[in-house]
DNA sequence: CGGAGAACATCTCAAGCTGAGAAGAACCTA
DNA sequence: TAGGTTCTTCTCAGCTTGAGATGTTCTCCG
């Protein structure tokens, strides 16, 4: 038997059927805050429920494309701003009974957006809201969407150390102040101005100068600011460093 | 409709059906060489071509215990040196043509393992053996396993500069050369022995002194060395990083 | 049996980087 | 205009890093 002859035979029911979805951990700074993307169920199970924006794959979707499919249709983005959206695979979460319906395997994505605008329901949901992560404790996620939240969080702290991806959460057009508080406000401590200042010129293409400066100074006084915009570097070298976490160590 | 009345009504088959698979690039080392477990397969498609070892999810089985079980078939381990190696999960790989049966999505894991004997065929499989990473070049793997591999060893080099999983290349109780031998081999570099040597043992927790020294000195001279085990942390800090790569920064 | 060569473990030193503080200037609000 | 805030740059001590050297222990081989 040729492999044409084996694929014309080739019966798919055979196999252990599975389902597969994607769910997004969609992170974003309002006010200074980080939010997250999270919808109201409005089906069974877990009706009522807060969850991670998410669903199946289509047929022929990449998990990617499926990934960024989920996004738009929650936040109604598109064009441009879509494209702007930093989004990558976290991890797939396949427990047999991490869904009471069937056996479900989640491919996770993680993404990193500027601040964006209100989301829009989507299709499958009642509710879609911007979410504090500082909230996050009252709320019971449906499934095993809390341990996703948990982990996509821990990720992206973790990347904000060794690659530029920080910049995604910011306009093309930024200040090294308005890059400090992203991490400020991802990884939840105080940095050293300028410590942070003479870092993030050192590391090569983090960031390139536009020239420019902002029209006006902060709003609570102080000079006016020079803009930067992202460079080309995939990854910090040298990296920078989270304040040292003792506990995360051992 | 409440959740239970919904479940009992629940159609499975309505959703689009997609098979899970898992596979596993387990890596080891032997004679100070990168060796990687790959399988001929014997069936279509791509029967006769290498593959990594790896399966269909069965349908109440954990994703790591498949991962674990494929290996553990395909390698003949069990028990106590099973449990030695290390697996975690590496990346879900789901392009809608990668497998031309039909639609597979394969959560790839990455499994660290000690010198292991010889690779016994399992039952899928006409063989099974090890094979130096530096002669992948020349075979063409079947499916997307090309890209599977290439994304588990950059993981793997990675994980070596801020975990301790070193250690999982090495009997329990090993020398700092050891040691400094499986990042030479795994990373492609020659390190500066003596400034290993402080590094390692500067890393809280990453080895602890057992104590004793080993029975002979080096085959080639040298005094004994001493002997270490690994240690509580999980993360190294501060990491060992590899010398700088201009070229992956960009 | 003895010398050559190899490797372990430690030390030295210069260079670079980090964290902490300070200072000057620009700018906002009141 | 005064007071407070922020941007940006500078200083400096302490630490880490990379490179080399040293003394010692051991194996191998003649």
Excluded: C
């Excluded at 992203?182 to 590391?203: C, I, M, P």
Aim: charge should be negative; hydrophobic fraction near 40%.
């Amino acid at each position: 038997m040729n492999e044409q002859e084996f694929l014309a035979a080739y019966d798919p029911g055979a196999y252990p059927s599975v389902a597969v979805t994607v769910d997004v951990v969609a992170l974003t700074i309002r006010d200074g805050v980080l939010h997250l993307l999270l919808i109201r169920r409005g089906e069974q199970p877990y009706a009522g429920r807060w969850a991670l924006p998410g669903g199946f794959v289509r047929p022929d979707e990449d998990l990617s494309a499926a990934a960024r499919r989920e996004l738009a249709e929650e936040t109604g983005l598109d064009g441009e701003p879509l494209r702007r959206v930093h989004v990558e695979q976290l991890a797939s979460y396949g427990a047999p009974d991490r869904d009471p319906r069937m056996r479900v395997v989640s491919v996770a994505h993680l993404a990193f957006a500027p601040d964006l605008p209100d989301a829009t329901a989507g299709t499958d949901a009642a509710e879609a809201t911007w979410v504090p992560v500082t909230e996050l404790d009252n709320r019971q996620l449906a499934f095993d969407h809390g341990q996703i939240v948990t982990d996509g969080l821990e990720r992206a702290r973790s990347k904000l150390e060794y690659t530029p991806l920080a910049t995604r959460f910011l306009a093309p057009e930024f200040t090294i102040a308005e890059l400090r508080a992203v991490y400020e406000t991802v990884w939840g401590d105080q940095l050293h101005a300028g410590n942070f200042h003479r870092k993030v010129l050192s590391v090569p293409g983090f960031v390139e100068s536009t020239g420019a400066s902002t029209e006006r100074g902060g709003s609570r006084g102080g000079p006016r600011s020079r803009l930067y915009r992202a460079g080309d570097a995939r990854l910090l070298h040298p990296a920078l460093l989270r304040p040292a976490r003792e506990e995360a160590v051992r």
